[in-house]
């Protein structure tokens, strides 16, 4: 059955690839980014820190917010500013889109959430206060959510570790610092933005009806595998 979804952070990375399946299998895509974005059914330029939402008043039957940061710093070198940046972007910045598109939401009959969050958030990292106090904030808002929308609408939420995507671009731009990246993982490998997508797209599905409250695990074994 084609359904219709919204992304937010589409043009890109993860979310590119989220839109790009959906698409693939049938389904309706409005996309928000900054960025234009070709072959969506609706696109929607978008700074999601300065720019107001703009109206759907179309049924969804899912949201995937994707918009995330990598603020690696030691925590002597963060400001009180740079928690907030993050938390606006990853926490707030889905409070927004939630808040403005329920209504739309609950008149589907089968409607899914899916958040992002990462694996600092469970196995501490050095260098990641900022992100994973950002991100831990959203699994709280994933399992609150879940509760308080059961059993009209599924929420639930990816934390994958380190994707190879524009957003880590710094982090795997020479061949060291990729071996590197993937060794420090159980599989030996670095996180494939298509392996994530499609774990979003299974949770937006109806083969995924009887989870809800989830954070998805999707690191190469980092946080629960010691070789």
């Not at 990292?125 to 808002?141: R, T």
């Not at 929420?155 to 610092?177: G, Q």
């Not at 490998?189 to 998805?216: R, Y």
Request: glycine share 8%; with cysteine.
């Amino acid at each position: 059955m084609k359904k219709t979804f919204l992304i937010v952070g589409c043009s890109k990375g993860i979310g590119s690839q989220i839109a790009q399946q959906l698409m693939a299998d049938g389904h309706r895509v409005i996309g928000m980014s900054r960025e234009p974005v070709a072959g969506l059914y609706q696109h929607y330029p978008l700074d999601l820190l300065t720019d107001e939402l703009p109206q759907i008043n179309e049924v969804l039957d899912g949201i995937v917010y994707c918009p995330g940061s990598i603020n690696l710093r030691p925590f002597r070198a963060l400001k009180p500013t740079d928690f907030r940046a993050d938390f606006e972007l990853n926490t707030v910045g889905a409070v927004r889109v939630l808040q403005q598109y329920f209504p739309v939401l609950q008149k589907s009959p089968s409607a899914a959430v899916v958040l992002f969050s990462t694996v600092a958030v469970q196995t501490g990292m050095p260098y990641h206060a900022s992100v994973a106090a950002a991100k831990g904030a959203v699994e709280g808002l994933a399992r609150s959510l879940a509760a308080e929308w059961a059993p009209k609408i599924r929420v639930n939420c990816i934390a994958p570790s380190l994707t190879d995507t524009p957003l880590a671009a710094r982090l795997l731009d020479t061949d060291a610092k990729r071996t590197a990246s993937a060794d420090r993982h159980p599989l030996k490998k670095i996180g494939d933005a298509a392996d994530v997508a499609a774990m979003a797209c299974f949770l937006l599905s109806d083969h995924a009806q009887f989870m809800t409250g989830q954070v998805i695990k999707m690191d190469g074994g980092m946080s629960n595998v010691k070789l």
